[in-house]
């Protein structure tokens, strides 16, 4: 399954910010991974403390020129997809649907 306008992907261990598999370039990922790591553990910490009761689907960071969708997987704790979608080619709706069919389809 191809996202369209994905420049980067990755499945990271959020407990240990490491890379577990990625594809694409144009991103230092390992780097990325480690530092968006501590965005979802400050996310997951916040609604905890909040008393939140929900899950999180998705944390997305929206910069001038690339999406950053962070989005835990829900069959296995303390992973995360972690998804870089160029402006101008990517359909959010779409990346984010599309990871969400990939994650039900992720044997772990």
Do not use: C, W
């Not at 959020?14 to 144009?26: K, R, T």
């Not at 990325?32 to 939140?52: F, I, P, Q, S």
Request: charged content about 20%; hydrophobic content about 50%.
């Amino acid at each position: 399954m191809q996202i369209n306008g994905a420049q980067a992907v990755a499945l990271v261990d959020y407990e240990s910010g490491m890379l577990l598999g990625e594809a694409g370039s144009g991103v230092d990922m390992e780097l990325a991974a480690a530092g968006n790591t501590e965005v979802l553990r400050a996310k997951m910490k916040t609604a905890e403390a909040l008393n939140l009761n929900d899950n999180i689907e998705d944390v997305l960071i929206t910069l001038g020129r690339a999406y950053h969708v962070l989005r835990p997987v829900s069959a296995k704790k303390g992973l995360f997809f972690y998804v870089v979608l160029d402006r101008q080619k990517a359909n959010l709706a779409l990346a984010r649907r599309m990871v969400l069919d990939v994650e039900s389809s992720l044997a772990l």
